[in-house]
């Protein structure tokens, strides 16, 4: 069984999910401002803000969490716990998994562990990719097979638009990024040097360009924009300024189990742990008798990361 490859949107050409660095600093950007944004709101800025921090979260619940089975964490009591991070991309008009991440947020040590889960890995005792799997069989069949193949406790979960970042640009203001190559896509042309991205729409045609390009300059532009937008997100003024909109595109962008009586506490409790990340790697077997390589994961590979994850979760 050959692993899956997606296309993209714009170009139609085939492309291999997004690596774990450009993945993790897109996760970190998203959980940063959401909490940065909570914190303001617990803080002096007044009602206005923390009513509106308030909605937004409420408007990123899932709706179908009630029925979802996971583990419960007290976050009052600071617990460590885990969350299962599942990005998705529009591919020939469908919602793919392009990313699956469990994050171990750990008040104690200050730290948070991310085991990143490439989906185009074929679980060897499933015959298929975690991508296909949670396409096919959803989200409560994914939770449950993560908790056995790692023996591992999920406690919370969120789904992320990973087109989010375009949005994110324009709600901040704008970055300015480094582009080595000149190159044209969906209207705009990029040249060689310092750009402006200030819009949804000329952001996304400049992270989804791919027609003629490498996939390692395809992540080298998804994690200049990621890191533009830490830079920004780490400036008061412009969450400020503009949390108004950035709420609303994590609201849209953004389904989750995390409440807002949950996010309160874990911006109290949890933020420092939030700072400081490792990661742990997946270790696969690699077939390429095909001619294609094909990565695949067995039951005692995924055991001995489930455990080192459970170790960061110790006290």
Do not use: C, W
């Amino acid at each position: 069984m050959n692993s899956e490859q997606y296309t993209s949107r714009s170009h139609r050409t085939t492309f291999k999910p997004k690596k774990s660095h450009s993945t993790l600093k897109t996760v970190l950007t998203t959980l940063g401002v959401l909490l940065a944004v909570i914190a303001i709101a617990l803080g002096a800025l007044g009602f206005k803000v923390y009513s509106d921090a308030k909605t937004a979260v409420n408007a990123a619940q899932d709706p179908k969490a009630s029925s979802i089975s996971v583990t419960t964490a007290d976050f009052a009591n600071k617990d460590p716990f885990t969350t299962l991070i599942v990005g998705t991309d529009t591919v020939a008009g469908q919602k793919v998994a392009t990313t699956i991440v469990l994050a171990a947020i750990n008040p104690t040590t200050e730290k948070t562990t991310f085991l990143n889960i490439a989906p185009d890995i074929i679980m060897s005792d499933e015959k298929t990719t975690f991508a296909q799997f949670y396409r096919e069989q959803g989200l409560q069949a994914t939770i449950n097979k993560l908790q056995s193949l790692f023996n591992v406790k999920i406690n919370k979960y969120a789904l992320l638009d990973m087109n989010m970042l375009g949005s994110l640009t324009q709600a901040t203001g704008g970055v300015a990024v480094e582009n080595a190559t000149t190159f044209s896509a969906d209207g705009y042309s990029f040249n060689v040097g310092t750009l402006n991205l200030k819009t949804t729409a000329k952001t996304n045609a400049y992270l989804d360009y791919r027609e003629t390009d490498t996939e390692d300059s395809f992540l080298t532009r998804q994690q200049g924009v990621g890191m533009a937008l830490l830079d920004n997100l780490k400036q008061p003024k412009i969450l400020v300024t503009h949390y108004s909109a950035i709420l609303d595109t994590l609201s849209a962008n953004v389904k989750t189990n995390i409440t807002f009586a949950d996010s309160r506490t874990i911006a109290r409790n949890y933020y420092q742990a939030l700072q400081t990340t490792t990661k742990i790697n997946l270790h696969t077997n690699t077939d390429k008798s095909t001619g294609v390589a094909i990565k695949s994961l067995n039951t005692t590979k995924a055991a001995k990361a489930g455990q080192t994850f459970n170790e960061a979760l110790a006290n």
